[in-house]
């Protein structure tokens, strides 16, 4: 069984950076997309950047300039590194993998436990 395994986030300062990191755990066929969504509380879930084919990559505009995704195609692994985090960056950040497992080779899409950042002024 597939499962998005995240590690990163936590506790920074305005101003400062830090890094998620996301990769399927078991067996994959393919990824046809791959990236990060976040959700602070009592606001819905958005599009925080994304890497779809493993060349198209879109940023959501209030990360433009400051997040960078990235993916490493032979671990299968999405990094986003956020630098010049602000206080109202601060959510739950969720990795979302759109891909074919290798026992069902059916496209799923799929989303990891979620992991906390919070940023402090």
């Known amino acids: 069984q597939v499962q998005l395994v995240e590690s990163g986030g936590g506790l920074v300062q305005t101003g400062g950076s830090l890094r998620l990191s996301c990769a399927p755990s078991g067996s994959i066929s393919s990824i046809n997309a791959i990236g990060w969504y976040r959700q602070a509380p009592g606001k819905q879930r958005e599009l925080v950047a994304t890497?779809?084919?493993?060349?198209?990559?879109r940023y959501a505009d209030p990360v433009k300039g400051r997040f960078t995704i990235s993916r490493d195609n032979a671990k299968n692994t999405v990094h986003l590194q956020m630098n010049s985090l602000k206080p109202e960056d601060t959510a739950v950040y969720y990795c979302n993998a759109v891909l074919r497992a290798t026992a069902s080779m059916r496209l799923t899409n799929y989303w990891g436990q979620g992991t906390q950042v919070t940023v402090s002024s």
């Open positions: 890497i779809t084919g493993g060349v198209s990559i």
